[in-house]
């Protein structure tokens, strides 16, 4: 303030105190309300950066329960938004990991409780001739093999979620793998009595990357389920075309069967989820789950779509390598 008033003093004005008064009044509603305004955004970046400082204190103790929710258009109010939405990431992954654990756990409880069963049995003599003891034998066998299979799905599947797969892509030609692998159903569905139908429509020579034992387990797990969950129709077909944009390969399987209610859907690439109608079959959960981070890992997309009561149809869609030839 005491700087204007000297400079308004100034022979270049020296009109004398009346101009300056004048002069002196706008100028100082003008500083009075530039001093207001900043301090109301002082205060107002201050506020935001508390909560967010709070925010991020309770973030790194472990406490998720609870919401951002700021009103407004400005910087601040975006930042709080996404600051809010990685929260809701970290309590979902978090849920999704503690239902992980929940689901490890009890599968492999599940054998090991019945393996212990069968050696007490044995040990307290409860096996009264040799045939029943062989038979308790086979049993803690099929349970051990079972525990076997589910702890190298696991690490499978572990492997494949933490990015510890990095083998090189191997260039494959799209029509001669799915050839075999449409021959290798052909020759199951005869053995296993289901009705299966092949509709393959790539020319020679298209080209995609792919790590060869890991996309067949992906069919290996797709074709399981859709054997497995055809009802009595059994009817399993897979097909495949180029996209009308050549650029991409798209493929499908589907199955007869009960199907997927609408509300599951979205859950079923989830660790250890199984839809009610199949809790009585054999089964870990963890089959779609390393189907979906296989696909993710090669780049690829995989959805789902059901009738319930008809079917379920499984889509893959595949970029071709650049060489193709198309
Ligand atoms: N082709 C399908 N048709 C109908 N339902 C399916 C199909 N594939 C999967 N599902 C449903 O999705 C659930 C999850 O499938 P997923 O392959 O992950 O586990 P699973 O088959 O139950 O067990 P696992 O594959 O470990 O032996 C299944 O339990 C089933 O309810
Ligand atoms: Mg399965």
Request: charged residues 25%; neutral net charge; proline residues 4%.
């Amino acid at each position: 303030m005491g700087l204007l008033v000297l400079e308004l003093r100034s022979p270049f004005f020296g009109q004398g105190h009346s101009v300056q008064f004048l002069v002196l009044i706008p100028v100082s509603a003008i500083f009075i309300a530039a001093s207001l305004i900043s301090w109301f955004i002082i205060k107002s970046i201050r506020k935001s950066l508390r909560i967010l400082k709070n925010a991020t204190r309770r973030v790194a103790e472990g406490d998720l329960d609870f919401s951002l929710a700021p009103g407004g258009r400005d910087d601040f109010a975006s930042l709080m938004r996404s600051f809010d939405q990685m929260r809701i990431r970290l309590k979902d992954e978090y849920s999704r990991r503690s239902r992980f654990l929940m689901g490890v756990s009890h599968d492999l409880k599940t054998p090991l409780s019945s393996i212990t069963g069968y050696l007490d049995a044995l040990s307290d003599g409860m096996a009264s001739n040799p045939e029943q003891a062989a038979k308790f034998m086979a049993i803690m066998r099929e349970k051990a093999a079972q525990l076997e299979q589910r702890i190298s799905h696991l690490i499978e599947y572990v492997k494949m979620e933490t990015g510890q797969w990095q083998l090189p892509l191997e260039e494959t030609d799209a029509s001669s793998f799915l050839k075999q692998i449409v021959q290798c159903y052909r020759e199951e569905s005869e053995f296993l009595s289901y009705n299966f139908f092949a509709d393959i429509r790539v020319p020679d020579q298209t080209m995609f990357l792919m790590d060869r034992e890991l996309v067949t387990r992906v069919f290996e797990n797709l074709m399981h389920n859709a054997v497995r969950y055809s009802g009595e129709e059994k009817k399993i077909s897979i097909s495949a075309e180029i996209a009308s944009d050549s650029s991409k390969l798209s493929m499908a399987i589907e199955n007869t069967g009960p199907g997927i209610q609408e509300q599951d859907l979205p859950l079923i690439f989830e660790p250890f989820y199984r839809g009610n109608a199949s809790r009585n079959q054999k089964g870990f959960g963890l089959g779609l789950a390393s189907v979906r981070a296989i696909i993710d890992a090669h780049g690829w997309t995989i959805t789902v779509s059901s009738k319930p009561g008809e079917k379920t149809a499984f889509s893959l869609t595949i970029p071709l390598a650049a060489a193709t030839a198309v």
